[in-house]
């Protein structure tokens, strides 16, 4: 049944050109495609290898802070790059670098995966937060008060969490595993 009034038209198509060039919010399109792009550039230009290089500062150090340390990391590089091309990036350095810290490559990678999602501060973050800037009711430093307390919170909880409930739950220890051997 269609529902009737000039309100509604009858259509064969679901979406035309002039509504998809008004109502789409290109700005964030293009800020998202360019979060990607940076990854993928990163990639083949040999940053990610020299990104994973300069983390042998925590060589002997304790799971719990190396863990911490990503995660902080990757909170703030997920700020001005989209969680997917942060992720995209950094699992291939956080692989090796386990493997050059002898630490299980789950904990870290687990822990920066997670670490990723905890983009509350910019609009570039995350898809979700762009759309809401989007509408011009919401300030950057708005977002910033808030999204400071909670990317501190939450890194928190996901180094805690990695630390007590992955060794119950997932069976995922510091310990480096055999498999994980180049």
Avoid: H
Avoid at 13 to 24: H, I
Avoid at 35 to 54: D, F, H, P, W
Avoid at 58 to 82: D, N, R, W
Wanted: include cysteine.
């Amino acid at each position: 049944m269609q529902p009737t009034g000039s309100k509604f038209q009858r259509s064969d198509r679901m979406l035309d050109l002039e509504t998809v060039m008004k109502k789409t919010p290109w700005d964030v399109i293009i800020l998202l495609g360019g979060g990607n792009a940076i990854a993928q550039g990163c990639k083949v230009s040999g940053l990610s290898e020299l990104i994973g290089n300069s983390f042998m500062f925590l060589e002997g150090q304790e799971p719990v802070v190396i863990a911490l340390t990503v995660c902080v990391l990757v909170a703030l590089m997920t700020e001005v790059a989209s969680n997917t091309a942060s992720t995209t990036l950094l699992m291939p350095i956080l692989a090796s670098m386990s493997q050059s810290l002898k630490l299980n490559p789950l904990y870290l990678m687990v822990s920066g995966a997670i670490a990723a999602s905890l983009a509350f501060c910019l609009p570039s973050a995350t898809a979700p937060n762009a759309m809401v800037f989007s509408f011009k009711e919401i300030r950057v430093i708005d977002m910033l008060r808030t999204g400071v307390a909670m990317n501190l919170l939450s890194v928190l909880l996901v180094v805690l969490g990695m630390s007590t409930w992955s060794k119950g739950i997932l069976n995922i220890t510091e310990t480096f595993p055999d498999w994980a051997e180049p």
